[in-house]
């Protein structure tokens, strides 16, 4: 009965590897985002707060146009747009760079906030000690920034997290398309999409509660 | 650019189809805005002043819509209601319901906030004057709410427009849909694709300009 | 029949009790003072009279008709409705004045006038403009909050208590939270409006004024009432330690001869 053709525990079965690679692809295109938005937009970040002029424009205008743009028109234009300059490569690479290109952005937007948000003193105090500008940076204003930017990086992540189904568009055969395609050998349209959007939910219900718990830990060194 | 010759008149041509699209998916925007903001209030209400049976399920809806990807959202919606046996929505409409479903739980998320941040002192000054309980929401909480946010909402409308671009992979004729074909069509990639941006671009601002406008001449100075 | 009659008024907030047991009557016309330390009660008190606070136990009565509960010693609870029509009988200020923030003085003023007492517009802007004159903000009336100053605040906060025509005005120290220079002008109108045959009762740090404006102090001390009478007898032949303590934080005010 349950492992009958056309049920959904055995179209699971039938479909079990690759809907794991398809959760692989979700992982690994996640994290690679993520860590490199993340690299790159803490740089970014550090010059929108302390770059000189004309780099400090370069920075808010690549942030503010890609801000100001779809994730999906982004991951649709690098695709179409990165052959013409004869950069082979393949769409899962085309849509970690956008997906990377997006990350970048906000968490420079992020960076730039949370290190204008610690008061003025603590800069003038770590100048009247004598604190070089990178060690100011180093070790007095980022410390206390970074505490500041968990909350919003981590929705950052969670939106890297669910941008990846957008990748499906490009046919990057990501979590949400390998089960459009157990879907179009089955037909079970409901079980696979329930499947599917429970499992996000799932994952990033957990992460959100957890990033949450880590900031009520960090919360006492709230001044 | 290695070698690419723009040629503009590709753009020109199509040029209705995209201020059609936008149209479109402005258009699609602000009406699941105002239908999220309706779900928003409710929902807000719920979870902060609902009897328990309620708040529960105010709660989960919420947190289910804003941990799943919204492309699954629209997906579920435009296959799976037919599959229930809830068949009439064409592809805009089952856009709309998704988004305007969407929208519902961040705003609100944006109210519950914006309720919680208003003084505990209007809603007693407003009750020693002698306004009922609904009076008291109707002219003293809901306007200051509003007021207070007002910025969220703007933002929420911006994002809104951006997020009618998924409706393109139910091929919905809004702006994506329509770099991507006059894209496959004409082969002119960057002309395509730089339009499309550069139409987000400039109504993302647009709207972001003219609601800060709106905000300045309704701010509510505490 | 005192216009508000307190019998026996408990209060607690979990385990600790506010109000112990407080009997208080107030006439017509008469203006009570509530004096004491922070903590002492003064102002949940005040709160209880127009349900801001639910009492636990005893009455409160205004005109006879308990407040916020049935008045045939059930103690069932009123209706919002109700209670809502009771407390526009009692008008009352705030410490932070409480404006609504999206409306000009004169808006703040008509909202009660119009949508709980259902008068028209008209007539509730003549009577918002006559109110604001009188406590001298004629000029202000389509001022928003933020453009007012905080003694100008409290006095539009205070205009638009009395538009109501209340029964009973509440002043919650009106005047803790303004800069020292903006103190007299709230002051002015309160005791303009006291002379006027206004009957009030208010909580107050000001001791000069009290001594002046009331007709009756009353001193809490832990919940209860721990000495009442005319100013003068309150204020010179302090019968209570704890009174006696309290008022030597304001000794030399009253060292001249009243």
């Known amino acids: ?223 | 650019m290695l070698n690419y010759n723009f040629n503009w008149s590709v753009i020109w041509r199509n040029w209705d189809k995209f201020v059609d699209a936008l149209l479109l998916g402005l258009g699609m925007a602000v009406v699941s805005l105002l239908i999220g903001t309706l779900i928003g209030l409710l929902v807000a209400y719920a979870r902060g002043a609902g009897p328990r049976w309620l708040r529960w399920p105010a709660f989960v809806y919420v947190e289910f819509i804003r941990n799943v990807p919204l492309l699954l959202l629209v997906f579920f919606v435009y296959f799976g209601l037919p599959e229930l046996g809830i068949y009439g929505l064409d592809k805009v409409q089952s856009f709309v319901l998704t988004l305007s479903l969407y929208a519902g739980a961040y705003m609100a998320e944006v109210f519950r906030a914006g309720l919680a941040s208003i003084p505990r002192g209007y809603a007693e000054a407003a009750r020693a004057i002698g306004l009922r309980p609904l009076q008291r929401q109707r002219y003293v909480i809901l306007p200051v709410m509003f007021r207070i946010t007002l910025p969220s909402i703007t933002n929420n409308l911006v994002s809104l427009f951006k997020d009618t671009s998924l409706a393109a992979a139910i091929a919905v004729p809004e702006l994506t849909f329509t770099a991507r074909q006059v894209n496959a069509n004409t082969f002119r990639v960057m002309e395509s694709w730089l339009t499309a941006t550069a139409l987000y671009l400039f109504t993302a601002y647009a709207i972001a300009i003219v609601l800060r406008l709106v905000e300045k001449r309704y701010a509510v100075i505490r | 029949m005192a216009l508000l009659e307190a019998r026996n008024v408990q209060k607690h907030f979990g385990s600790v009790e506010v109000l112990k047991s407080i009997d208080l009557d107030v006439e017509q016309g008469q203006v009570v003072a509530l004096i004491g330390a922070s903590g002492s009660g003064k102002t949940t008190f005040l709160r209880c009279i127009n349900l801001l606070e639910q009492y636990d136990a005893g009455s409160i009565a205004l005109d006879g008709e308990v407040v916020g509960f049935t008045s045939d010693g059930r103690r069932r609870p009123l209706s919002e409705r109700r209670v809502s029509a009771q407390r526009a009988r009692i008008g009352m200020v705030f410490q932070q004045f409480n404006l609504f923030p999206h409306m000009t003085a004169e808006q703040n003023v008509m909202l009660g006038l119009t949508k709980v007492q259902g008068k028209a517009k008209d007539e509730a802007a003549t009577i918002a403009r006559h109110w604001l004159d009188r406590v001298g903000l004629s000029e202000r009336r389509d001022h928003y909050p933020y453009q007012l100053s905080g003694g100008q605040q409290q006095r539009v906060a205070i205009a638009r208590a009395v538009a109501m025509s209340p029964r009973l005005m509440l002043f919650d120290e009106a005047t803790s939270a303004l800069d020292p220079e903006l103190v007299a002008e709230v002051l002015a109108v309160i005791q303009d409006l006291a002379k006027s045959g206004m009957t009030m009762l208010l909580v107050s740090h000001e001791m000069l004024f009290v001594r002046d404006v009331a007709s009756k102090v009353v001193f809490m001390d832990g919940g209860r009432i721990a000495q009442a009478g005319p100013p003068e007898e309150v204020f010179h032949h302090p019968e209570n330690e704890r009174l006696k303590t309290f008022l030597g934080r304001f000794h030399g005010m009253f060292g001249q001869p009243v």
């Not at chain 1, 690759?18 to 490199?36: H, K, N, P």
């Open chain 1, 1 to 223: 009965m349950i492992f009958e053709r056309g049920h959904f525990i055995y179209e699971f079965w039938v479909a079990r590897f690759s809907l794991l690679a398809g959760l692989w692809t979700t992982v690994s295109t996640s994290f690679l985002t993520i860590v490199i938005g993340s690299a790159l937009g803490l740089v970014l970040g550090l010059v929108l707060a302390y770059g000189i002029w004309p780099l400090r424009f370069l920075a808010r205008f690549y942030v503010d146009v890609i801000r100001g743009i779809p994730l999906l028109v982004l991951i649709l234009f690098a695709y179409y747009g990165l052959a013409l300059f004869k950069i082979s490569v393949t769409p899962y690479w085309a849509g970690v760079i956008a997906l990377s290109a997006f990350c970048v952005s906000h968490v420079a937007e992020t960076v730039r906030g949370a290190i204008q948000s610690v008061p003025a003193g603590q800069d003038e105090a770590a100048k009247a000690i004598g604190l070089p500008f990178l060690k100011r940076v180093r070790y007095v204003i980022l410390p206390q920034a970074l505490r500041r930017v968990l909350p919003p990086w981590v929705n950052t992540a969670l939106e890297m997290v669910k941008g990846t189904t957008l990748l499906s568009v490009i046919g990057v055969v990501e979590l949400l398309l390998a089960s459009q395609q157990a879907i179009a050998r089955n037909y079970l349209i409901l079980q696979f999409y329930l499947a599917a959007t429970l499992f996000y939910f799932i994952v990033n219900f957990a992460i959100a509660q957890l990033a949450a718990a880590l900031e009520r830990r960090f919360r006492r060194f709230k001044y």
